[in-house]
């Protein structure tokens, strides 16, 4: 199997692991198959959508390339149907979802770093590839997204893009640093899972009249 | 009238008819004038911009065309100030809507055939230009898309979406299939309003503990 | 100081008081303080960025420049760490927030003038640019937009963009134009603040009927 396969293959695993976290949501909130569905194919791919509009890189591969579009709908379908079975794994589609996470940070962070965006903003693109579908999901079903208020997810993200960002400027091999960044990635979320740990929240919203409107 | 001046006067009958049903959402929703038009605009735009922008057909005709800015403002603007009329041809409304989804749903599938997509590309496009105006209504006002949980509405953007993607592969002359794409459209949604029809919802939503976040 | 460098200068303080605006509603909301980030950003560099989107310069400068995200993220963590501070200094934030609608809107509308927009269309960019990041900042916290119900907000961007177009059209030099486009903004914002001017809302909502579905 070659380098781009490979890659390839992880990302259609990525949109998996996404996708069936769209489709439980769609569930929970007794969406017919067409919701679940189209919750599916947005958690799966919205960030990377949002990434190569960004970058111009239209059609967007999430559209043009069927497998993306497949995998999703494949998820969607098995979750629709065997959803008891889905719910019963859901601890091991916790550790699918880290990998997917880790696998879109890196590969947002690279992808952005070959268009030569500068590093802060390559990083921000890894993270909204890893966040983006959660995103879309969540304002899809009018809910606050739960990225931006709890658990370590993000900042496992921005670990991961970091390192890759930061390995095309010094001087590391960029497998090397995809792979520490990835594997870094994977590593903070599941111990965020384990251990509970959360960024701060802020402190002093004792006045809680409106913010002003804009 | 030439086939594209049809085409031209068609796309616009469907800008205004969704943009009737933006802004009658945002009548409900209390909205202000302005409120209301900005819906009116995103329930008749959205839709066929969102196609454009993944296409990579910037700036979309929705923005650089007047008439859909100014058909969708005119359907605010009627709609603001005669409500209890719009309001008492809301079952005439239903039918224009029926008709305004068959011809996004098939111009948005040909226009992504155009681009070359591939055939379930094409199709989700067709059914995103269908179904993306009334979406980004209901986000901008905190629901969750109906499109998601109710009615045969995407189903039929789907099947008049198919086959004109299947015409384009078939020995079918393309007004043909587009032709017989939309009627099909407009009758399975018009069934679907008179007899109720409904998409399955998902069985076994027992145990409804949080889904996993991300 | 060069007029271009003017220009940036006033772009970087209208992204950095919307910033601010969006961290207020981040900690009102209760988000960690990557959601306060994220609300920062997206409050302060969505409208830029979704008018690039729709004129196809990509990536966006919000994006590709540096400044932009600093700007943002900066004004995040000043909220989060002082958000008393913030708080006491809302009313001084009001007419920051001022300026920066009118900043925007001007600079949006001149924007889309350049690339050839229509009238209208380049009207409706200044606006989109004035008002995108406070409507997203909505959005993700699952509030109906306060721009589509309250104050005359984005009437105040739309008098200004339209000075601009008018400008352009008219024999007058861009910098006049520009300059009472963005005078005339800030007034009436601040009038309407003063005041509680309000646009009319609509009237006979009696029938609170569901619309229809789309």
Redesign the interface.
Known sequence: MSTSTLVVVLDLFGTFV?AL?GA?????????????M??A?A?GNAGG?TRD????T???PA????RY??VSLAAGILT?WW??LV?RL?SA??VF?AAG?ALFAVSGAAKATA?H?????AM??GVLTG?G???L?D?????????????L???AALVGAAVVVGGHYLPLLSTTSTLVGAILCFAIRMLAIRRGW????????R??S?????
């Open positions: 996404f976290s439980m949501v769609g569930i929970h909130k007794k969406l017919d198959i067409f919701g679940v189209v919750l194919f958690a959508i509009l960004l970058l111009g239209v059609p967007p559209i043009s390339d069927w579009i497949g629709f959803y008891p719910q859901q589609v916790l979802d996470l268009f965006l500068n590093p802060l903003a921000m693109l966040i579908g959660g995103m999901r304002v899809l079903t009018s809910e606050v997204p739960t990225v931006l208020r709890s658990d997810y993000a900042v959360q960024l701060p929240k802020p402190r002093h919203p006045d809680t409106e913010p002003p409107a804009s």
